[in-house]
């Protein structure tokens, strides 16, 4: 199934994005910020979820968030946001919860280990919470900038190791890094969701398909087995509608 999800969306009228985007993709993957937080909507996306031939997942809140802070009240507080949108997930019937694996300190350079014990022991009490609420955990890998913890797959597979936290893959990501391969090897059937979307390797500038540098075709064929669903994050609802057409004949030129 084809989704999509934009940053942009969350300065709108939740009801409002869902009119938009029911016309053209069967998946809103909803980006849980500002006026789209699903811990502010959730009641009333269940009063009308009725009247939109949807599915939905949930990208987990960001901004002003580290699960690996090392300020012990902020990084509650974070965790504390991650458990929240997984019980108002549980209580719109979405399943999928795609999480962030936090940051590095951008003031203190050598709390780096630190910061990493402290992102696993948040995933830890991040995966009860997903147990709890039944729901899927999906933790993402990161693009290539610096303070970005998961950027590698190793690195990614570390900070979930000992958990069945499953993972996002987000291929513009994975391309910043130059490890799109690498990252589906590493990955594999622990992969539950997919974000699309087109950059020249450099910057996460999410590109509509087919503007940057991404071999989608090689990328798709190595994940013929990958059943799940593609969220196409895009930076306004032309690109996601001109991604979608592009992955649509993709996609049938893989199977063919």
């Known amino acids: 199934m084809i989704g999509m999800s934009c940053t942009q969306f969350g300065i709108f009228d939740p009801e409002n994005i869902m009119d938009m985007v029911s016309k053209d993709f069967e998946l809103w993957e909803i980006f849980s910020e500002a006026e789209n937080a699903v811990t502010k909507f959730s009641s009333k996306f269940n009063e009308i979820k009725g009247s939109y031939d949807m599915s939905y997942s949930i990208h987990a809140p960001i901004c002003d968030i580290n699960i690996a802070s090392v300020n012990d009240k902020m990084r509650e507080a974070a965790i504390g946001e991650m458990l929240k949108t997984m019980e108002h997930a549980n209580r719109m019937d979405v399943r999928t919860v795609t999480i962030h694996p936090g940051i590095y300190s951008m003031v203190l350079y050598d709390v780096k280990e630190r910061s990493v014990e402290l992102s696993k022991r948040s995933l830890k009490e991040i995966e009860k919470g997903a147990r709890e609420y039944g729901?899927?955990?999906?933790?993402?890998?990161?693009?290539?900038?610096?303070?970005?913890?998961?950027?590698?797959?190793?690195?990614?597979?570390?900070?979930?190791?000992?958990?069945?936290?499953?993972?996002?893959?987000?291929?513009?990501?994975?391309?910043?890094?130059?490890?799109?391969?690498?990252?589906?090897?590493?990955f594999g059937g622990r992969i539950v969701n997919i974000h699309i979307h087109?950059?020249?390797g450099k910057n996460d500038d999410h590109m509509t398909i087919g503007e940057g540098s991404i071999d989608f075709m090689r990328v798709l064929s190595k994940l013929k087995w990958y059943k799940g669903n593609y969220v196409?994050?895009?930076?306004?609802?032309?690109?996601?509608?001109?991604?979608?057409?592009?992955?649509?004949?993709?996609?049938?030129?893989?199977?063919?």
Do not use: W, Y
């Not at 996002?168 to 990501?173: A, K, L, Y």
């Not at 895009?234 to 199977?255: D, Q």
């Open 232 to 256: 196409i994050e895009s930076r306004n609802m032309e690109s996601a509608i001109i991604s979608k057409g592009r992955l649509e004949v993709l996609m049938r030129r893989t199977n063919s």
């Open 135 to 186: 729901v899927t955990a999906a933790v993402e890998n990161m693009p290539s900038f610096g303070i970005m913890m998961g950027q590698t797959p190793d690195g990614l597979l570390d900070l979930i190791d000992g958990t069945d936290l499953m993972i996002c893959f987000d291929i513009g990501h994975a391309n910043t890094m130059g490890l799109i391969n690498e990252c589906i090897d590493a």
């Open 198 to 200: 087109d950059n020249i």
